[in-house]
């Protein structure tokens, strides 16, 4: 094999040739996990009026200025505004409205006095109320209509996921509908004739898919959806056979596991080497040495992984996934990274990017290893405990304890 390629370098190519998918226009509340291709912008104010953010009475605060325990200043209760009222009450000069949070305020008054700020409380309060303290300063207590979004205002970009907090805002804002990218169609397919559905019973020689469920996961978690899961044996013309199939049901990435190295029964590389469409190469990182890439002349992506588990899951956060997001226009997609020290001591593969399955405590700062066995690429057990990948660099051969490491955050 040739000199290995840097990360960078193979993720670049990966990236070079990702296309944005199309665009759909859908019900601002059926849009949770897509990207936004156009902006949502706020339809009307939040809040839409003024409003009161206590329980209390809304008054004109010049009247209260000099209320107190001693000398508390009683006022005549014209009004009686639950939330949900649209009414404007008139109030003259030692009048109050009693009020509910989020009730409208009426115009004549500047503040609202909160109950436990008058005698009695709000139960005995419609006929007049005993003012103890004042408002700090008029506008007291009022949430001011756009204080938080004026209409016209941006309230997701474009290039952003559209979450939970997103959707919120973006009905509050008065926003009903949203254009948004279509999600990736995404094959997944596991090669090796020595692997077994999940759930089967063991034998000597042969092991569980786990490869397919865990990507399985990990596309959904990318927001693109999962058309087809296959597994097929160390045959090339299966390889073949599964591919012509993602291609049928539209898949704009094929991700492959297994059968990509050098190995005597390769059957992705058998498949597709020597055809230029898909390109077999080592990389300079630790576990995911061999690597596929290519687009079949149906536009699909072809990823090819190698084949045990670590080595998936990682192979997968440098390179399929920041595709993945790309192909839905997103504005970031990488992953967070922090530094955090080592609580442990490991070594590590000199010459290669290590990305190691790690434990981390962000309350004390520190990383360590998620198995006692390292950074074994067949440990898949360990992968439960990983909550992110330990990124060292190709030129160090060893962490010590307290070094500080770059740690990519996955769960």
């Known amino acids: 094999m040739s000199a290995l390629r840097t990360v960078e370098d193979q993720v670049d190519r990966v990236l070079a040739v990702v296309t944005v998918l199309e665009a759909e226009t859908r019900p601002a509340t059926d849009a949770a996990g897509r990207t936004l291709a156009s902006p949502a912008v706020a339809a009307h104010d939040i809040p839409l009026f003024d409003n009161s953010a206590m329980d209390g009475f809304a008054v004109r605060a010049a009247d209260v200025a000099a209320a107190s325990d001693d000398h508390p200043v009683v006022l005549r209760v014209v009004a009686d505004l639950p939330a949900g009222s649209s009414a ?74 559209l979450g939970a907090f997103g959707v919120a805002a973006a009905v509050a804002a008065g926003v009903t509908e949203v254009t948004v990218t279509r999600r990736p169609r995404v094959a997944v397919v596991s090669t090796g004739s020595e692997l077994r559905a999940p759930g089967d019973a063991p034998e000597r020689g042969r092991i569980p898919d786990s490869n397919g469920p865990l990507l399985t996961q990990l596309v959904t978690d990318a927001d693109a959806e999962v058309v087809l899961v296959a597994r097929v044996p160390d045959e090339p013309d299966a390889v073949r056979a ?102 442990t001591a490991w070594t590590t593969p000199l010459g290669r990017r290590q990305y190691l399955p790690a434990v981390v405590d962000l309350i004390a700062g520190t990383v360590r290893p998620a198995t006692a066995g390292g950074s074994g690429s067949h440990l898949a057990g360990g992968l439960a405990r990983a909550r992110a990948f330990a990124i060292v660099p190709a030129e160090v051969a060893a962490v010590a304890v307290g070094d500080v490491i770059d740690v990519m955050l996955v769960g």
């Open 88 to 161: 404007d009450p008139a109030l003259a000069s030692g009048e109050a409205a009693r009020i509910m949070t989020g009730s409208p305020t009426p115009g004549d008054a500047d503040a609202i006095v909160p109950f436990e700020d008058t005698a009695g409380g709000l139960a005995d309060s419609l006929g007049e109320v005993r003012v103890l303290r004042a408002p700090a300063k008029p506008g007291a207590f009022v949430r001011r209509r756009g204080g938080d979004l004026r209409a016209g205002d941006v309230v997701v970009a474009a290039g952003e996921r």
């Open 242 to 343: 599964v591919t012509a199939e993602a291609v049928a049901r539209g898949a704009d990435a094929i991700v492959f596991t297994g059968g990509v190295s050098a190995g005597a029964y390769e059957p992705v590389r058998g498949a597709f080497d020597g055809d230029g469409e898909v390109e077999f190469v080592g990389v300079a990182m630790q576990p995911g040495k061999p690597q596929a890439f290519g687009r079949l002349d149906s536009g699909a992506l072809v990823f090819g992984l190698p084949g045990n588990p670590v080595s998936v899951a990682v192979s997968f956060e440098v390179f399929v996934r920041p595709a993945l997001l790309a192909m839905q226009g997103r504005t970031e997609i990488g992953r967070p990274l922090l530094r955090l020290t080592a609580e």
